[in-house]
Each structure stands twice: as C-alpha cells, then as structure tokens.
C-alpha cells in the first residue's frame, strides 16, 4: 500500500515538475531544507544550553519565531485562575478596541457555570466629565454591592473625583475621544460594554449619563431588568427626514429601507445581544462609512440592528424616560427649582401601563434625565419619601 501511494505522489510532481532533472534538483532541496533545519535546531539547542536552563528557552525561540507585542505579563502564583478570568477585577488595561472587541465576544458553551453565578446589573455611564449626580447613585447602589457594577467612560486623562466608599471609585475604564453625533459615541458605547462583558457574572447592561438619575430603589430596578424577557431599546420606523430621510442607499442590499429605524441611545440589553453588538463587524462598518450627519449612528445602529436580527428580544421602548415636550432641538433639562414630589412622582407612574413580558405594568421607567447639578440636593430630600431607597 505505502509504496503504492509514495509512487502516485512521485507520478504528481513528476507532473508538475515535469522531468527527473527537476526530480533531483527537489530531492536536493530537501537535503539543503533538512540541513538547515538540523542547523536552525542545534543553534536553538545551543543558546538555550548557553543561557543556562529551559526558562529562558522560550524568549529564545522568540528570536526565530517573534510573536507580535504580547509578552507574558503574568507573575502571580496562579495566572489562569478562574476568578481573574470571570471578572478580571481591575478595569485598567492596554488592550485596543480591536482586541477587547475579540475578546468579550466570547461565549462559554457549556450552560452551567462552574462557580454561584449571581446575575448582575452592569451600569455604563458615558459621562463628558464629572458626575455631580453621585450621591444620589451612590445612595441608590447602596448596600447591594454583589448584585451591580459600575463601568466609566470619561474623556482621556480625565480623574473621576469620587471618595473610596463611591460605587465609582477606580471604575473609569481605558477611554477616547469623543465627539458627540459622530461615530466616536458609538464606539465608546461598545467600548463600555466590552469592557462589562468582561465580567462573566454582568447579565444585563444600562447605558446612563451624567444627568440621568434612577427613580425607583434598586431592588426594583434589579428585578425588572433581571426578570425581563426583553431588552429595551427604543426602536421605531420614522418616516420623515428625521428617520428614513437618514438612510444611505450606499447600505443597501445589506440593509433595506424598511429595515431602519430610529431611537434613543441610552440603551438597556442582556448579556447574548451585547455579545452580538461588539461581535458586529459587518453592519458597524456600513455605519461607520455612511452615517454622517445628518444620520447620528447613536440614534440608528442599534434599532435597525436589533431590529433586523433580533426583533422579538426587543422591547421597542427605552426604560429611561426625557422630556421632550418642548419642541426643542434638545430634551429638557430640570434644576433646583424643577424638583417637586409631584413631578418625580409623574415620572414614576405617569397614567399609562407598559408591555412587560407577557403583561402590563405600570412601571414603563426605571431612569429619567437630563438633570442638573443643581438638582442634586432637592432629590436626595426625596430619595426616602418618593423613590424609596
Ligand atoms: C437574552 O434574551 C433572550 C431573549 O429573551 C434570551 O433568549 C437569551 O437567553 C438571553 N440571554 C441571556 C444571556 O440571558
Ligand atoms: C418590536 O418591534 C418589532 C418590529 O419592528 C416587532 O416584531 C416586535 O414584536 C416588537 N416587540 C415587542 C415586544 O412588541
Ligand atoms: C424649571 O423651572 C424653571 C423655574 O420655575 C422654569 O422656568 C422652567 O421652565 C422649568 N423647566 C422645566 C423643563 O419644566
Ligand atoms: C406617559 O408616558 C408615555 C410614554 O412615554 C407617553 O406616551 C404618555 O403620553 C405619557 N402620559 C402622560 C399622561 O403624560
Ligand atoms: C431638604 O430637606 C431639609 C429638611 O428636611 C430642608 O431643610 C431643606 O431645605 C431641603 N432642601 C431642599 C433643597 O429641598
């Protein structure tokens, strides 16, 4: 049988080589490669023997196989524990967008977890520089710190100013520039929630701002969105020039007219859809290239994604409620003087009912903005009395 074959792969190259004088000038090549590999070995053998012992034989072979810039950084006694791999603990790093992007897309296959695994709330706040609204999250995450965390965008270099006890302190994760209405928000919105995919245990993934502020006590919060069969993404057809008017034919055939939609950025998404956002490549890209003002990618990736791929996981509304009413380029902004009972509580249950799941509730809200740093004092009175916590 062996030698049967050996001949067809001669009969082969013969073919391609056509004549035994190239048929020895291959056998010679193999003479010349296998001497060169002897030769590469020995020289191998011999620095790792000259550099006294097997530890250095790896940066060795370095020299002739280099891997690209990742150097193994790890001293701890146990570098493949599995606690620094679930939640990596610290946020700082230096890996690029193209390399967190690669890696929190991972997706373990096995179902069950190796470890208790509490689902929790990850809040990402996109923030242009302080957060004056702090106690009042601060106050809000109080006393549930294994059910959430807290993931920073801040402009670069900026230093969030937040004492020790602060659910913010050391939350600040690797951050760029932004430009608002560019594409540069989008990014850092996946920036955010790759960041928070990290964390095995983050199940459910908020998107806030400086001067957005909760309106119910946590564990209500926590509920609604651990319990909720659906994200909540505000996802419509608009068919003006604010909605359609914005789609570019350069995307299609991947994306058809039909297919675009419109809604706010400040997005709620479980774990599997974040995966997806930052696993896309494909449909970011045509976003990238061909929504530029007047097309915001804040206000249509997402709802056209989520809406050709994923639409019956998406709730088609946002939890976080803004004011709108004043026919304004911008929503409103409330202050001091703007914060009454009456008003937080008009938020909180406004007369309508939402789908929730398979029903109705008459919670369609969890988060509110925009709101100033003077309304901090006003609303801490009313944490206790209105929002209960
Ligand atoms: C996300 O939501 C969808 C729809 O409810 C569900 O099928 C999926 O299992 C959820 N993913 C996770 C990780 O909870
Ligand atoms: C959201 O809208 C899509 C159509 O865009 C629809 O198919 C889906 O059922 C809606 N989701 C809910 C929960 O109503
Ligand atoms: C907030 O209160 C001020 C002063 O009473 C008022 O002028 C302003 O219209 C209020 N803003 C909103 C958005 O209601
Ligand atoms: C309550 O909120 C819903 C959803 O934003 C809105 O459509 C409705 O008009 C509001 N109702 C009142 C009475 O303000
Ligand atoms: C907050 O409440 C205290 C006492 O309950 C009151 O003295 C203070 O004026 C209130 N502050 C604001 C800004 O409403």
């Known amino acids: 049988m062996k030698p049967l074959m050996r001949s067809r792969v001669d009969e082969g190259e013969g073919d391609k080589l056509s004549g035994t004088s190239s048929k020895d ?57 599995i606690w620094s791999f679930i939640n990596p603990g610290q946020l700082t790093h230096e890996m690029t967008d193209e390399e967190i992007f690669w890696r929190a897309s991972m997706v373990p296959r096995k179902e069950e977890y190796p470890y208790k695994r509490v689902p929790k709330v990850a809040f990402l706040f996109l923030t242009r520089g302080p957060l004056p609204l702090a106690p009042l999250w601060d106050r809000f995450f109080h006393g549930h710190e294994e059910l959430y965390s807290v993931y920073v965008h801040a402009p670069p270099g900026y230093k969030l100013d937040v004492s020790e006890t602060s659910a913010f302190y050391g939350r600040q994760i690797p951050s760029q520039d932004v430009k608002w209405g560019t594409f540069t928000l989008t990014d850092a919105e996946r920036r955010l929630l790759a960041n928070a995919l990290l964390d095995f245990s983050n199940e459910r993934f908020v998107l806030l701002s400086e001067s957005c502020i909760p309106i119910y006590d946590f564990l209500t919060v926590y509920r609604y969105l651990i319990g909720s069969i659906h994200s909540f993404v505000e996802s419509y057809d608009e068919p003006t020039r604010y909605g359609r008017g914005r789609y570019s034919r350069h995307m299609f055939p991947d994306i058809k007219l039909h297919q675009w939609r419109k809604g706010s950025q400040w997005f709620e998404l479980n774990r599997s859809l974040a995966v997806n956002i ?50 304004d380029p911008h929503p409103a902004t409330f202050g001091a003087a703007n914060i009454t009972e009456d008003f937080i509580q008009s938020i909180r249950y406004n007369g309508t009912s939402c789908l929730y799941n398979s029903g109705q509730t008459n919670i369609c809200f969890l988060f509110a903005r925009k709101f100033a740093p003077s309304a901090l004092e006003p609303l801490l009175n009313l944490t206790s009395t209105v929002m209960k916590f």
Not at 33 to 48: H, K, P, Q, T, Y
Not at 57 to 66: D, G, K, M, Q, V
Not at 303 to 318: A, D, Q, V
């Open 25 to 81: 000038w291959s056998i010679g090549l193999v003479k010349v490669v296998s001497f060169l590999v002897i030769f590469v070995a020995g020289i191998v053998i011999g620095l790792s023997v000259s550099a006294h012992g097997v530890r250095n034989f790896s940066s060795r072979t370095e020299l002739f196989f280099p891997t690209p810039n990742y150097p193994p950084v790890c001293e701890n006694k146990d570098c493949l524990s």
């Open 278 to 327: 930052v696993a896309d490549t494909k449909y970011y890209t045509l976003f990238r290239k061909y929504c530029k003002p007047s097309c915001y990618p804040d206000e249509h990736y997402l709802p056209t994604y989520l809406n050709m791929f994923y639409e019956p996981l998406n709730s088609n509304r946002t939890v976080t409620w803004v004011d709108w009413s004043k026919r």
